[in-house]
């Protein structure tokens, strides 16, 4: 850091220091007058900056009472104006001295940005146009010890940002207006399933066999039983257990662990749904796919036509559907529909300068191909289905090609949203898997399934034909939300403790 940033630090602190000083001493001045606001437990608001200005004209003139944060205070002499944001958004007050009295006036006067009241007051109209209160009287709700940061620079710090978010949600507006979004896009997937006949359930958020997905997951200890417990990677285990049970249409929504990397599109952390219904197919799950995503555009933006960082994206159902094989062929002319052997899908890779891992077979090295060559390209909506069996452990095989998977993953600006299956419920197929899989991890592949016994036993009892779907919701959030990071739709995203 250079001498003059080192200065500029020091002075900043001294400056903040101050500011602590002189606004700890305000406190400790209305606390010896018996007013301290930290005492107050209660305030009764009838009304909100919001409703007050769409409503203007049938309130004006009324009383209201509404609390918030002071935003700006101006003036000051026997009349002072200042802006009070509340979860609507923001309101002019004009506090007049001979209205409110000397001595409350007085102590507004020494009121700090930052400090939430409570005022009560009638609704009224300045001779400039803005809708205001007069304020009859003001109370100090609870003091501001730290100031906001300073107007013109804000808090623009995306790494502060996200470790302070209570501050970027009073100073920046647009922020709170992201997670306002994400609430309704969540409340609108329910409403979307519920409508349609599905269940929500609830399923143990601790596994003591990680499935359902492959990952690396998070590890505790269970101090009475004794046993290693796992923060779980999915919840598509139990929930098709309840297809077992007889509960033919099932989702969940909630949050899932994976002991992972971190990025723009990953967080440790995630919402993640799953929905399964019996008696459908992963072509229902496609309708079911692009019927949802594009309802809940049009219920939470009016529109199916979105932008998402400069690009317009057009959710408008039927989405483009293309096989794996077909995908691959398109954009990189290798067609592996001819190739049969895994000497010759790894020589196709090396052909165009993919590296091939040891041991990896045809339907790995498709897979690999896709990844490094197409999913990039998927901008506007498109299903890529039928999956190599090697990367689809839980997937019934397609009846007419046993080493393709009835399987799809939905992409929108090259990024995988979803994941569905026409779901495995051949137990003994199932087991073999399980099997294939646990040698896999034994050699060393972390995110490989490990075996779960009593799944296979759940499947011995017979599960009808089923359709599975899991939505990633933080991507559906960015995507409708058009931001750039996983950590901007999250209230409070994972980050590396501050030494």
Sequence with gaps: ???????????????LSEILRVRRAKLKDLQEKNS??????????????????????????????????????????????????DRDGRIQLYVRKDEVGDEVYEMFKKYDIGDIVGVQGEIFKTHKGE??????????????LLPLPEKWHGLKDTDLRYRQRYVDLIVNPEVKNTFILRSKIIKSIRKFLDDRGFLEVDTPLLNTIPGGAAARPFITHHNTLDIDMYLRIAPELYLKRLIVGGMEKVYEMGRMFRN???????????TMMEVYEAYNDYKGMMELTENLVSTVAMETLGTTKIQYQGQEIDLTPPWNRMTMIEAVKEYTGIDFDTIKTDEEAKAAAESKKVHVKEGMVRGEILNLMFEEFVESNLVQPTFIYDYPVEISPLTKRKPDCPEL???FEFFITGRE???????????????????????KRDSGDEEANMMDEDYVTALEYGMPPT?????????????????????????FPTMKPRD
């Design 1 to 15: 850091m250079s001498e003059e940033n080192l200065q500029e630090n020091q002075q900043n602190e001294e400056d």
């Design 36 to 85: 301290d606001p930290f005492k107050i437990v209660k305030y009764d608001v009838t009304n909100s900056s919001q409703n007050i200005i769409n409503n203007f004209d049938s309130l004006e003139g009324q009383n209201a009472s509404i609390a918030g944060r002071l935003m700006s205070k101006r003036g000051m002499g026997k009349a002072g104006f200042c802006d009070l944001q």
């Design 131 to 144: 809708i205001s209160i007069k304020v009859k009287e003001i109370t100090l709700l609870s003091k501001s």
């Design 260 to 270: 992972e990397g971190m990025s723009v599109k990953h967080n440790p952390e995630f």
């Design 405 to 407: 998977t009835e399987r």
């Design 417 to 439: 949203m979803g994941n569905a299956y026409s779901e495995l419920n051949d137990p003994i197929d199932q087991k073999e898997r399980f099997v294939s899989q646990v040698k």
């Design 467 to 491: 359709g599975g779907l899991g939505i990633g919701v933080d991507r559906l959030v960015i995507l409708l939300t058009d931001s750039a990071s996983i950590r901007d739709i999250l209230l």
